[in-house]
């Protein structure tokens, strides 16, 4: 508890400058004092929950990222499952615009009947494990573990487990209609 907290003082300084916001801006921002916030930037005042609230919402963060953030320079991602559409869809990406990348876990029997459905975007897909029934336009194909496909999402498409197995499997997903570049070997 002691080593999250004394790291919470760090994460506010880096999260002002990453801004470019002086004490004094933060100070008439969120109603708490500069010393009050010089204290907690430096370790010498311990956070509380009163303080941490205006703080990440002056910050655009949440207080789970305020407070459970790895420490700076940790290259790793932690990201929160989302359940949607009858699936869990683990974000692998964070940064808003461009691709997305995300694990994504159906049950079986968890997406229902095919609907396909159009959207803007370009799709890529990996599966992982089981297997994934993919309805694109007038085709239904089935994919194995280590087979990917990849579409325009203006073409109608629906994707589900085929089988009573759940089914895993990569998407890079770009709104814009960016594809994924492959690299092929060299020729030898």
Avoid: C
């Avoid at 506010?12 to 204290?39: M, P």
């Amino acid at each position: 508890m002691d080593s999250t907290l004394d790291a919470v003082g760090p994460r506010l300084r880096a999260l002002r400058t990453q801004r470019d916001t002086t004490l004094a801006e933060l100070s008439a921002e969120t109603g708490i004092s500069v010393s009050t916030l010089s204290r907690l930037e430096s370790g010498d005042r311990k956070p509380t929950l009163e303080l941490l609230l205006p703080l990440a919402k002056a910050h655009g963060v949440t207080l789970d990222e305020l407070v459970d953030a790895p420490p700076t320079g940790d290259p790793r991602v932690h990201m929160r499952p989302i359940k949607q559409f009858g699936m869990t869809m683990v974000p692998l990406t964070k940064r808003a615009g461009g691709i997305q990348a995300y694990k994504m876990v159906i049950p079986p029997g968890g997406k229902g009947d095919p609907d396909p459905r159009t959207h803007e975007g370009y799709e890529w897909l990996y599966v992982l494990n089981g297997r994934l029934r993919l309805v694109l336009g007038e085709h239904d194909i089935v994919l194995s573990p280590g087979e990917a496909a990849e579409f325009d999402t203006h073409v109608p498409h629906w994707f589900g487990p085929d089988g009573d197995e759940p089914v895993e499997f990569l998407s890079l997903f770009g709104k814009q209609g960016e594809r994924a570049h492959v690299r092929a070997r060299p020729r030898s």
